[in-house]
């Protein structure tokens, strides 16, 4: 008895602290967020960067999960911007920038998506036009140093 409620402890365990299937860093002079789940970052002047696990229960590719996203953005309304193969440290994915208009302002969404087993890693990125172009290579370079697991 004692050892299959120490085994219920440790999934829980598990299911709360060890869900994440990816491990990221903020991009250069972003500021984390700490002890947050999805992982999220933002920079001084507002760009913010954000990974996190989806569940995939299909056996969907990655090229479904390219086309879906792309047709999902573009048919709510988002102006297409760029999009093609995303590096992280240890696979490849896909990278959609889309731009919409927020108030007054004109506002830059990247979304880059891994597929790995079972599930996604999505990382999403945000700013307005100028203040994300400028900040665009860090958030590249830090998409290319997240490890998919």
Known sequence: MASA????FALALFLVVGC???????????ATYEGNRPFRAMSPDGVVYRVRNVSDPSD????FWQE???KRMLDAGYT????????????????LEVTAPYGVRDYTYLMAVFKKDK???????????????KRRPEVIAAIGKLTVN
């Open 5 to 8: 409620k120490k085994a219920a």
């Open 20 to 30: 994440d299937s990816f491990e990221a860093a903020a991009p250069e002079g972003f």
């Open 60 to 63: 969907a590719t990655l090229a």
């Open 68 to 70: 879906a996203l792309k």
């Open 80 to 95: 297409f911007l760029r999009d093609g193969e995303a590096k992280s440290a240890n696979g490849e994915g896909y990278v």
């Open 119 to 133: 599930h996604l890693v999505v990382v999403e990125s945000s700013g307005e036009v100028t203040t994300f172009e």
